[in-house]
């Protein structure tokens, strides 16, 4: 018998980048709206399982800062967030959550995120953009390292209570 040419064959693996590919292509970055706080929460509780928003944290980002929350759409549900929060002076703006689905992890989105916070912050009068990130969460410090961020001295012990160290990383505008 003679073998068929391999393209004729996609792996799994083929498959899935593909649908992958189509997804990813699919999804629109856009601010948040009222319905979509449960899909919100949802990929909030998918990416951080341990330590997700409770819902009333946030519903009251959504209504203080509903402007400053960009969610991944595709149509049908949410796939990632970023929340950025200006401080009142207006010249330092934190990061307080940026957020992708396992399993689109890899794919771009987190850098897609922040490059659009980024952007949007240029336009404004923000002179530096902070962050905090556990020492052990080696690809949000990849991904913050290869947009410009550096780290603010050494760990910062308990930073956010008993056993909760962070760094804190800091870019300049
Ligand atoms: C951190 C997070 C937002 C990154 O999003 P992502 O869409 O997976 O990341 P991207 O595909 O955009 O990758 C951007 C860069 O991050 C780095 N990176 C991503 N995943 C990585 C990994 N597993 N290990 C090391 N570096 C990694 C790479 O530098 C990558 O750039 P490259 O693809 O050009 O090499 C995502 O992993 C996530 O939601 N994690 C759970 C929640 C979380 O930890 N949020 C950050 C809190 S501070």
């Known amino acids: 018998m003679t073998a068929l040419p391999e393209k004729r064959f996609p792996s799994t693996a083929d498959r899935i980048d593909r649908i992958d590919r189509r997804l990813t292509s699919r999804l629109t970055m856009r601010g948040v709206v009222e319905a979509d706080l449960p899909e919100l929460l949802r990929v909030d509780r998918e990416a951080f399982p341990e330590e997700p928003f409770h819902y009333f944290e946030l519903r009251q980002s959504f209504d203080i800062h509903g402007d400053r929350i960009l969610v991944l759409d595709d149509g049908e549900s949410l796939h990632g967030y970023v929340l950025f929060v200006t401080t009142s002076d207006g010249y330092v703006n934190w990061i307080k959550s940026l957020a992708v689905t396992p399993e689109l992890h890899g794919r771009g989105l987190g ?29 949000a410090i990849t991904l913050y390292r290869s947009l410009g961020f550096s780290f603010e001295g050494g760990v910062r012990k308990d930073y956010f209570g008993p056993g909760e160290d962070r760094f804190i990383m800091t870019l300049g505008l």
Do not use: W
Request: no cysteine; glycine share 0%.
């Open 111 to 139: 850098r897609r995120l922040m490059l659009e916070v980024l952007r949007r912050l240029r336009t404004e009068d923000v002179h530096q953009v902070r962050l905090t990130v556990e020492p052990t969460n080696a690809a």
